[in-house]
C-alpha cells in the first residue's frame, strides 16, 4: 500500500510540474508616437518620397496609442538596436488608427496598399519605394507585439526589409 501512495505521489508532483505555465515575456518598453492627424495619407506619400530617393523600403506602423500592443511595438522601435535596423532598411512613419468601430480614421491609408480591413490594432506594412506591399499575409497579425519577443520583432522586420515585394501590390 505504500507502494501505491509513493506512485500516486511521484505521479501527482511530476503532473503539477508539468501544469505550471510558462512565464510571461518580460513587458517591453512602451512608446506613444500614434497621434490623430488629418494628413495621414500625405505623411506616407512622404515616406514613400524618401524611400525613393534613399532606396530603403517603407515601415508602415498603424496603431493606437490607448492599444498597448501598438505602445509596446513603438517601444521596441525606438530602442538603440530597432534604430540602427530601421536607419539602415526603412522610412518610418506612424498612423493613428484611433478606436475600433465604423468611423475609424485611416483606414483608407491600408486599402491602398491592398489591405481591406484593420481587424485589430497595431497593424505593419512593408512597402517597397513604389508602394508595393511587401506582407500581405502578416500585415494584421500583429495584435500579439506587446507577447512577442524583442528578437522575433526584430527578426521579422529584417527578413522583410529584403523580402521581395508580392506582385500586384502596388500603389
Given at each position: 500500500m505504500k507502494q501505491v501512495l509513493l506512485i500516486v505521489a511521484a505521479v501527482l508532483a511530476v503532473t503539477a510540474c508539468a501544469s505550471v505555465p510558462a512565464p510571461a515575456p518580460a513587458p517591453g518598453?512602451?512608446?506613444?508616437?500614434y497621434q490623430e492627424s488629418d494628413t495621414a495619407s500625405a505623411e506616407v506619400d512622404a515616406a514613400l518620397a524618401r524611400a525613393r530617393q534613399s532606396g530603403k523600403r517603407v515601415l508602415l506602423v498603424m496603431?493606437?496609442?490607448?492599444c498597448s500592443d501598438s505602445?509596446?511595438?513603438?517601444?521596441?522601435l525606438a530602442t538603440d538596436r530597432f534604430v540602427d535596423l530601421i536607419e539602415r532598411q526603412y522610412e518610418l512613419v506612424y498612423v493613428d488608427?484611433?478606436?475600433?468601430?465604423?468611423?475609424?480614421?485611416?483606414?483608407?491609408?491600408?486599402?491602398?496598399?491592398g489591405?481591406?480591413?484593420?481587424?485589430?490594432?497595431?497593424?505593419?506594412?512593408?512597402l517597397t519605394h513604389d508602394g508595393a506591399l511587401v506582407n500581405p499575409t502578416t500585415a494584421t497579425t500583429w495584435r500579439n507585439a506587446g507577447s512577442r519577443t524583442a528578437d522575433a520583432i526584430y527578426d521579422?522586420?529584417?527578413?522583410?526589409?529584403?523580402l521581395p515585394a508580392s506582385p500586384g501590390n502596388t500603389d
Open positions: 518598453p512602451e512608446a506613444r508616437p496603431g493606437a496609442n490607448w505602445r509596446v511595438l513603438a517601444g521596441w488608427i484611433g478606436m475600433p468601430g465604423p468611423d475609424r480614421p485611416n483606414v483608407g491609408v491600408a486599402r491602398r496598399f489591405v481591406p480591413e484593420l481587424p485589430g490594432s497595431p497593424n505593419v506594412l512593408v521579422e522586420l529584417a527578413t522583410l526589409a529584403d
